[in-house]
């Protein structure tokens, strides 16, 4: 009996053991694959690209040209005496404005004020020489030779006393124009001659602007031509006028020289600075353009994206005019078409779009 008992319970376990081998050799479902299936199976709903956009209208467009140039003073000299000698007066302050004919300085003319004195003692001398001979020769007591002699006796000495007059200006330095002064390299007490230097003075009203085009441009630009520059560090615009250009291009830089007039009033800007210039070439009224962004050169051609019916749809066009940030479009588009400046490398043809927000030109 025991034994009977023993082979059964074998027999159950091993009824036991097989049950589990074919459960764990049965296939059971994958939930993680079955949610895949389930969302596979599920209808896909579109997304639009959310775009902003620009309705095109006519307006004004100017063909600007970037230029760096310079400011020069209208006027420049570095000052020095004419003749030589012992500086004695300094009568200007370093970076004061000066006019015309004031006197800046002065050499030691202490020599040249006695010989003028000596030549004007004389001169009524020589007047009464003339005089007395004219009288005589009137009544035929003198010869002609003998009143001619003190004539010109009288006008030797009369040139002797402009001469030393002339050299007696020498020794003084005087402004020969209106303008600031600057900073002097001599004082008093020291020899100056011809090449020394002792100051420079500067017209800063009006400025020139100074710059150059590229002979492309040089058929474009004429006396009377409008132009606007900035400056560094500076908010402001400032306009000036082309009043000359250079006879001929430059055969090495290939480039026009040109120079303009800035009125500077008060003087408020100096001369030596670069300035960024936009010489605007051409202007074009009613001209339909589109930002530079929203062009897309694609084999030699360029398109941009219109919007229509809630979808991107592309359009060749033909530029022409070319602006910092605009771009005229001579064929391809019509007044009021809306296009597409933004997320452009997304789009695709007939891809779903949505307005964020909408310009009006």
């Not at 006796?153 to 007696?168: F, M, P, R, W």
């Not at 560090?233 to 026009?256: C, F, H, K, M």
């Not at 007039?261 to 100096?270: D, E, I, K």
């Not at 229509?308 to 391809?332: C, H, M, N, W």
Request: glycine content about 6%; hydrophobic content about 40%; charged content about 25%.
């Amino acid at each position: 009996m025991r034994k009977r008992v023993k082979w059964g319970i074998v027999a159950v376990i091993i009824a036991a053991a097989a049950g589990v081998g074919l459960y764990t050799q049965m296939p059971r479902q994958n939930e993680e694959l079955a949610e895949a299936d389930k969302v596979m199976a599920a209808p896909q709903t579109k997304t639009a690209l959310n775009v902003n956009a620009v309705v095109l209208a006519p307006q004004m467009l100017s063909e600007e040209i970037p230029i760096i140039g310079t400011l020069l003073p209208d006027e420049e000299v570095d000052l020095s005496f004419e003749t030589s000698g012992k500086i004695v007066a300094i009568n200007f302050q370093e970076g004061s404005t000066v006019k015309q004919g004031q006197l800046l300085a002065k050499v030691n003319d202490r020599h040249l004020q006695a010989q003028l004195q000596r030549l004007l003692a004389q001169v009524k001398l020589a007047e009464d020489r003339v005089y007395r001979q004219e009288t005589l020769l009137r009544r035929d007591a003198v010869s002609q030779e003998a009143y001619e002699q003190v004539k010109t006796d009288l006008a030797t000495l009369n040139a002797d006393i402009e001469s030393v007059k002339a050299q007696i200006e020498q020794t003084e330095l005087r402004a020969p124009f209106d303008g600031v002064i600057g900073l002097r390299q001599v004082s008093v007490g020291s020899y100056a001659s011809p090449s020394t230097i002792v100051a420079t003075l500067t017209k800063v009203v009006p400025l020139k602007v100074e710059f150059a085009v590229s002979e492309r441009y040089a058929a474009d630009i004429e006396r009377g031509a409008n132009l606007s520059f900035t400056l560094e560090g500076s908010l402001n615009t400032y306009q000036a006028q082309v009043y000359a250009r250079e006879s001929r291009i430059d055969p090495d830089t290939r480039t026009l020289t040109v120079r303009a007039l800035y009125p500077n009033p008060a003087g408020a800007v100096m001369p030596g600075r670069y300035v960024s210039i936009s010489l605007k070439r051409q202007e074009l009224e009613d001209a339909l353009a589109v930002p530079s962004e929203a062009i897309i050169p694609e084999m030699g051609k360029d398109k941009v994206f219109c919007y229509r019916s809630g979808k991107a749809e592309p359009t060749d066009i033909v530029t022409g005019v070319r602006t910092e940030g605009l771009v005229q479009v001579v064929r391809g588009l019509a007044q009021g078409d809306t296009i597409i400046t933004s997320g452009i490398q997304q789009l695709r043809t007939g891809m779903a779009v949505s307005i964020d927000r909408l310009e009006q030109q």
